[in-house]
């Protein structure tokens, strides 16, 4: 039987044994092993868009930054490609290991 994928979909070495512990996906709540799940990183404000000008206003100090959410997110494969976090790639581009170009960070004025 022909094998799919080198590690089988997850992330350790071909020689590996052993079990990896299981995290929740996000979106389903399936236990995924932690190697396998699609993992994000999203960082957000804490505060919406429309309200920042408002706050920034209304602040006694003058540099104030407003602070983040940082949250890491683990999706199963199935959720991740139905919320369209990943997607389904041809054979051939299923050997490109390297992650895909990332667009140039836009600068702040």
């Given at each position: 039987m022909p094998k799919k994928r080198r590690a089988n979909g997850r992330n350790k070495p071909s020689g590996a044994r052993g079990?990896?512990?299981?995290?929740?996906?996000?979106?389903s709540g399936a236990l995924v092993p932690k190697d396998k799940a699609v993992k994000r990183?999203?960082?957000?404000?804490?505060v919406e868009s429309a309200a920042i000008r408002?706050?920034?206003?209304?602040?006694?100090?003058?540099?104030?930054?407003?602070?983040?959410?940082?949250?890491?997110?683990?999706?199963s494969i199935s959720a991740a490609i139905h919320s369209k976090?990943?997607?389904?790639?041809?054979?051939?581009?299923?050997?490109?290991?390297?992650?895909?170009?990332?667009?140039?960070?836009?600068?702040?004025?």
């Open positions: 079990h990896v512990k299981r995290v929740f996906c996000e979106s990183f999203i960082v957000r404000n804490m408002d706050l920034q206003e209304a602040c006694a100090y003058e540099t104030y930054t407003l602070p983040k959410m940082y949250r890491k997110v683990h999706y976090v990943v997607r389904v790639r041809s054979r051939e581009a299923r050997r490109i290991r390297e992650p895909p170009r990332r667009a140039p960070r836009r600068q702040e004025k």
